[in-house]
Structure formats: structure tokens, C-alpha cells
């Protein structure tokens, strides 16, 4: 597959971090082509790296195809998140062809106006105790070690991607009603902002649904789902999950209600 759109979204990169599927990412920024990328925060994971340096040579290309794109045509906007706050200290400027805003509003070629932010803001709205947080975060290094184990199984006998990370999720109730309850605080931040929707990642649950006439468009990330949000030259909004070309063709999913 070598597509061309006119915007995708990425997000929950974690370069730096073990987790990083990197392969499916070069993959897939190698085989597409678009007018604008957004680079939607937890790009790089300063945060894993302070604690433990990881950067092989694969997580330096990554960036040079990022650079390549830049210089080649392609407007990259560079959306810090959480993991990557340092980089907020650049809000404002240009990293070479690299602009660095804290959110923005993207326009689609069918006029839809998108708030465009990493999400971690919404996590003051969202209440969750520091203890039940600290034991959480354990919990899910914890799955994302086994979800690597798990992957590479499916590498060693030539099976598709399958993330052991995002099925749990799905099978946890306080996880899902974290996911509403985010979704929820997105949609409100959309209509305060007075858009037509949103676009966000951080909480690494890719989705795209409309509500209440508002649309909720979720990136996911490059550690459990590998997704991206992509626009088409027409200005449909889809959800695209990435797995290897040669095992399994790109899973897109339409703009659809919520249910």
C-alpha cells in the first residue's frame, strides 16, 4: 500500500520506550504520503528515557523519515504531550521544518473545524486518586512487558499484530468507563472551543465515532493498537490500525455514531 492523504494524525509514539512497536511505525510512515502530519505528543518518551536510557537505531530513523517528510513538502506539527513536556518550552517556534504549537484547529477539506491537542489536559477533570494512579501505572508496564513477549510470539510464527494490552482493556470495566469518561471531557472541550470536534490521543484507545453532533476522533498510539487518524483528499475522517504488509492488509474504520 503506498497512500497518499491529506492529513494524518499520530500519537503515543513512545520513542525511546521499549513498547514502541517501531517496525509497524516505519512501515507505516515509509508506505504514505500527506499533505499535513500531526505529531499529537508522547512522541519521544523523555520520561522513559530519564529512567532508564533505550534509543536503538531504529528509533533514530523514525525521526529522520519525520525530518525527511518536512523538508520534502509535508506540514509537520509537533503537538507535545505529557511524556515529551520538555518540549513545551517550544510551543511557538520551529524545530527546522517542525512547527511546535500546545494545540491547534484543523480544518477538513468538507469544512469541519477539529480541536487538535494531546488529552493529558483532561486529566485534572478526570478524578482519579494518586494511589489508585501510581498502582495503575505498575500494572500496565506490567501488561505492556507481556504484551511485548506476546508480539514477538506472533512475530516468531509468522502471525499478525495482536495487542494482549488493548484486548484487557477491554475486558476491564473501570478501564472502559475511564475511556467515557474521557471521551466525554474531549467532547466538552470541542463545544466550549466552539468546533465541530476533536482530535486527541493519550490515553492510547484509539476511536471515531460522532455524538451529539460532535466528532471524537482518538489516534491511539504505537504501543498497543498501532493506529493513526487519517483524512481523505475529500475530507472523510477515517481510523486506520496498521499491521505488517506482508501478513495483513491495513483494518479502516469510517466515521460512525456512537452508540
Known amino acids: ?20 512497536r517501531v517496525q509497524l511505525l516505519l512501515d507505516f510512515l515509509r508506505q504514505t504520503r500527506c499533505e499535513t502530519l500531526y505529531l499529537v505528543g508522547d512522541i519521544i518518551d523523555l520520561e522513559s528515557l530519564r529512567e532508564s536510557f533505550f534509543w536503538p537505531t531504529a528509533h533514530t530513523e523514525v525521526l529522520r523519515v519525520l525530518l525527511k517528510k518536512s523538508q520534502e513538502g509535508t506540514r509537520v506539527v509537533y503537538i507535545p504531550g505529557n511524556h515529551d513536556d520538555d518540549m513545551r518550552a517550544l510551543i511557538g517556534t520551529r524545530v527546522g521544518n517542525v512547527e511546535v504549537l500546545g494545540r491547534t484547529i484543523h480544518t477538513t477539506a468538507a469544512g469541519k473545524r477539529l480541536l487538535v491537542l494531546h488529552g493529558d489536559e483532561f486529566d485534572a477533570v478526570i478524578k482519579h486518586g494518586f494511589l489508585s494512579a501510581i498502582v495503575g501505572s505498575v500494572a500496565y508496564r506490567s501488561l505492556l512487558s507481556l504484551n511485548r513477549f506476546v508480539h514477538w510470539l506472533h512475530e516468531l510464527s509468522g502471525r499478525p499484530y495482536w495487542s494482549l494490552a488493548q484486548h484487557v482493556k477491554t475486558k476491564i470495566g473501570s478501564a472502559q468507563r475511564y475511556i467515557a469518561t474521557f471521551r466525554q471531557a474531549s467532547l466538552q472541550a470541542a463545544a466550549a472551543a466552539g468546533v465541530d470536534g476533536i482530535v486527541c490521543g493519550h ?3 484509539a476511536e471515531l465515532v460522532e455524538r451529539d453532533g460532535l466528532i471524537y476522533c482518538n489516534d491511539g498510539d504505537w504501543v498497543e493498537s498501532c ?7 475529500d475530507g472523510t475522517l477515517e481510523l486506520l ?8 492488509a491495513p483494518v479502516v474504520q469510517p466515521l460512525r455514531d456512537a452508540a
Not at 491529506?6 to 520506550?17: A, E, I, M, P
Not at 493506529?227 to 483528499?233: C, H, K, P, V, Y
Not at 490500525?241 to 495483513?248: E, G, K, M
Open 1 to 20: 500500500m503506498d497512500a497518499t492523504f491529506k492529513t494524518v494524525w499520530v500519537s503515543d509514539v513512545h520513542l525511546g520506550s521499549r513498547a514502541c
Open 203 to 205: 490515553i492510547h484507545k
Open 227 to 233: 493506529t493513526a487518524m487519517i483524512e481523505r483528499l
Open 241 to 248: 490500525t496498521w499491521r505488517s504488509q506482508t501478513v495483513l
